[in-house]
């Protein structure tokens, strides 16, 4: 599917006017000290796997070949339709988008808030998948997991169904003029406190196998149709009754694999994190560095004003990771 212009863009425009910035981070931390030296790129631009690239191209890695999708095809308006509407028929009832925090601060559109970060080491990653194996599920479900945990524990008013965004990456399925535009969708996967790695993993599973990652590409396109004043009145409408708990930004492994990269710098490791706002107020970051898996979190003022307290949902994140004990159960 060739596409001439990143529809995608209109929104984050609009969110721009609103006074939220689209800017994602990528950095150089140093293993010693904890210090980053930040990049940031604009959504509006680029999606993560492409911002991650044009950074990283920046400092001398060919990034030749991005992560494509298996998919090869779009799927037509119809067929997602009646894929979805058997969807809805088999499930029964589906929640409203809406989460309870603990706390909701009173803030205006400004999404800066401190990121705090974190790696493990090329002896801890492969224990972590090796969990995840464990638990017969695939990688990232598992850090889906451990993650929604971390949040759940801290931050949830109680026990409650809500859902997270879970990005899809469409490289290979569409062309658009770059290879770093927004190829990115996804689809909202709906949680709870207590699921399970073998329960989210059948809830992403179920998304992908009715496409929602293509009706959500299909609807974000709808600007070519509306315009950006169309744009703006629907993502008004949108923002003030849809609430997630946050986005899910795995990024993948990285540097690709080719002959001429860098050689390791065995002091650094690249870390990242996403945007946040008041619908989705978790962000997050998600990458692989030379087999060296690297965490990102921040949280939106409106539900943490203590860095602290981000702090302690990234700490538990990683225990909830290497812990058999918090995992031995679901077995």
């Known amino acids: 599917m060739k596409a001439s212009k990143d529809y995608i863009a209109m929104w984050f425009d609009v969110r721009k006017e609103l006074g939220i910035s689209d800017d994602m981070s990528i950095g150089q931390m140093k293993k010693s000290s904890g210090e980053i030296n930040w990049s940031n790129f604009a959504h509006s631009e680029m999606d993560g796997i492409g911002g991650v690239a044009t950074i990283l191209r920046e400092h001398g890695y060919p990034c030749r070949n991005l992560p494509k999708s298996g998919e090869k095809q779009v799927p037509g308006m119809w067929q997602l339709y009646k894929l979805n509407k058997k969807f809805k028929k088999d499930k029964g009832y589906i929640p409203s988008k809406s989460i309870r925090?603990?706390?909701?601060?009173?803030c205006d559109n400004n999404n800066t808030a401190p990121i705090v970060n974190s790696y493990f080491d090329k002896r801890t990653t492969p224990i972590i998948k090796r969990n995840a194996k464990k638990n017969k599920v695939a990688y990232s479900t598992f850090?889906?997991?451990a993650l929604n945990k971390a949040i759940a524990d801290n931050l949830l008013d109680g026990s409650q169904n809500y859902y997270w965004f879970y990005p899809v990456n469409l490289r290979g399925a569409i062309e658009l003029n770059s290879d770093t535009s927004n190829y990115s969708s996804g689809i909202n996967v709906c949680l709870n406190n207590?699921?399970?790695p073998k329960e989210l993993q059948q809830e992403i599973k179920a998304k992908i196998k009715i496409k929602e990652h293509w009706s959500t590409w299909k609807m974000a396109h709808i600007?070519?149709?509306?315009?950006?004043p169309g744009v703006r009145y629907i993502y008004k409408k949108i923002s003030n009754k849809n609430f997630y708990a946050g986005s899910f930004s795995f990024l993948g492994g990285w540097p690709l694999k080719e002959h001429n990269n860098p050689i390791e710098n065995e002091n650094e490791v690249w870390v990242s994190c996403g945007i946040g706002t008041k619908n989705y107020p978790v962000s997050t970051g998600i990458m692989e560095w030379h087999g060296q898996l690297t965490?990102?979190?921040?949280?939106?003022p409106m539900i943490c004003q203590d860095v602290a307290l981000t702090e302690k949902c990234l700490n538990d994140w990683k225990l909830n990771l290497t812990e058999d004990k918090?995992?031995?159960e679901f077995l």
Request: proline residues 4%; hydrophobic residues 35%; glycine residues 12%.
């Open 326 to 328: 918090n995992h031995n």
């Open 101 to 106: 925090w603990k706390n909701n601060y009173p």
């Open 194 to 196: 207590y699921i399970t």
């Open 143 to 145: 850090l889906m997991w």
């Open 223 to 228: 600007g070519k149709l509306i315009g950006k």
């Open 295 to 300: 965490l990102g979190l921040k949280l939106h």
